[in-house]
């Protein structure tokens, strides 16, 4: 059996936290740039310009790309046969992303007690969603997600009935309501079976995949192009002033579900897309 000691994982989500909130994903850059060929409008042009001015400068001076650091977002794949010492994993990743995010200078966004409001000072607790897998490795992906796009996500109990039309009138029509508010040119994840905590599931990790990357499912695939081309008709344009780039992806997730229903959800990331994986590797340890 491998070992992996507790220090390790903190100092690696420290370093996730601050190298996220910093350093625009390649993907999402190559994104932006390939738009700001194809948008129409001159006004969104120059606003994805300015996104890009923006994340150069973010980049260059260690300063996070938007105020928003979000809440701190991880997915996290243990291998089955490795073993963590010293303390507790979920502890671990919580003091990782407090020294992260006090280190890096950002912003402390995470209130105790969703009524009495109290900032918690420290960015903790993580939101933590547990995968086991085979092997002996752990993978750490974090993911901040501020809430002008978080507040824009919706989830809904279709009927089977509902169908393919259903969902993906479902999925326009977020976009839709939504508008300006979670900043586009955006990313849109959706996740469809399941339960309705398992779509919702399904379409914050859609939002994980690399712009450019489709489902391997080449039905799913059809699926996201048709949701982008719908979407991307709607004229809201980067930042809400018109245009024609207001999505630079939609990613779609599917899981199987109940005879009985068709839960699905969407889940709006801002162009702001930030995601960093590390692959810690343990160590072996003899009894």
Same mark, same amino acid.
């Given at each position: 059996?491998?070992?992996?000691?507790?220090? =390790?994982?903190?100092?690696?989500?420290?370093?996730?936290?601050i190298?996220?909130?910093?350093e625009?994903?390649?993907?999402?850059?190559?994104? *932006?740039?390939?738009?700001?060929?194809?948008?129409e409008?001159?006004?969104? #042009?120059?606003?994805?310009?300015?996104?890009?001015?923006?994340?150069?400068?973010?980049a260059?001076?260690?300063?996070?790309?938007?105020?928003?650091?979000?809440?701190?977002?991880?997915?996290?794949?243990?291998?089955?046969?490795?073993?963590?010492?010293?303390?507790?994993?979920?502890?671990?990743?919580?003091?990782?992303?407090?020294?992260?995010?006090?280190?890096?200078?950002?912003r402390?966004s995470?209130v105790?007690?969703?009524?009495?409001?109290?900032? @918690?000072?420290?960015? @903790?607790?993580?939101?933590?969603?547990?995968d086991i897998?085979?092997?002996?490795?752990? @993978?750490?992906? *974090?993911a901040?997600?501020?809430?002008?796009?978080?507040?824009? /996500?919706a989830?809904?109990?279709?009927?089977?009935?509902?169908?393919?039309? /259903?969902?993906?009138?479902?999925?326009?029509?977020?976009?839709?309501?939504?508008?300006?508010?979670?900043?586009?040119?955006?990313?849109v994840?959706? #996740?469809?079976?399941?339960?309705?905590?398992?779509?919702?599931?399904?379409?914050?990790?859609? *939002?994980l $995949?690399?712009?450019?990357?489709?489902?391997?499912?080449?039905?799913?695939a059809?699926?996201? &192009?048709?949701?982008? &081309?719908?979407?991307?008709?709607?004229?809201?344009?980067? &930042?809400?002033?018109? #245009?024609?780039? @207001?999505?630079?992806?939609?990613?779609? =997730?599917?899981?199987?579900?109940?005879?009985?229903?068709?839960?699905?959800a969407?889940?709006?990331?801002?162009?702001?897309?930030?995601?960093?994986?590390?692959?810690?590797? #343990? $160590?072996?340890?003899? &009894?």
């Amino acid at each position: 059996m491998k070992e992996i000691n507790v220090q =390790e994982i903190i100092t690696a989500v420290e370093k996730l936290c601050i190298e996220a909130n910093c350093e625009l994903d390649k993907d999402v850059i190559e994104a *932006l740039e390939k738009a700001l060929e194809s948008e129409e409008s001159p006004q969104g #042009g120059e606003v994805i310009e300015l996104l890009l001015k923006n994340a150069a400068i973010a980049a260059g001076e260690r300063m996070p790309i938007c105020q928003d650091t979000g809440v701190a977002v991880l997915f996290v794949e243990v291998g089955q046969d490795l073993h963590v010492s010293g303390g507790v994993l979920t502890e671990a990743i919580n003091e990782g992303v407090r020294r992260g995010y006090e280190k890096g200078l950002l912003r402390k966004s995470i209130v105790k007690d969703p009524f009495t409001r109290v900032n @918690t000072g420290d960015n @903790t607790p993580a939101v933590i969603h547990y995968d086991i897998i085979p092997g002996d490795k752990l @993978t750490l992906t *974090l993911a901040p997600k501020g809430f002008g796009s978080e507040n824009m /996500g919706a989830l809904k109990m279709l009927k089977p009935s509902d169908g393919l039309a /259903g969902v993906m009138d479902f999925v326009v029509e977020t976009v839709d309501k939504a508008g300006a508010n979670p900043c586009p040119p955006i990313i849109v994840g959706v #996740g469809v079976g399941g339960t309705m905590e398992k779509a919702a599931i399904l379409a914050k990790k859609a *939002l994980l $995949r690399p712009i450019g990357e489709s489902n391997q499912e080449s039905e799913y695939a059809k699926i996201e &192009q048709d949701l982008l &081309q719908r979407i991307n008709n709607l004229g809201i344009g980067p &930042q809400g002033i018109g #245009g024609r780039i @207001t999505a630079l992806a939609v990613n779609m =997730e599917v899981f199987p579900t109940h005879i009985a229903g068709l839960p699905a959800a969407v889940n709006i990331n801002c162009h702001v897309a930030r995601h960093r994986k590390v692959i810690l590797e #343990g $160590r072996e340890h003899f &009894q």
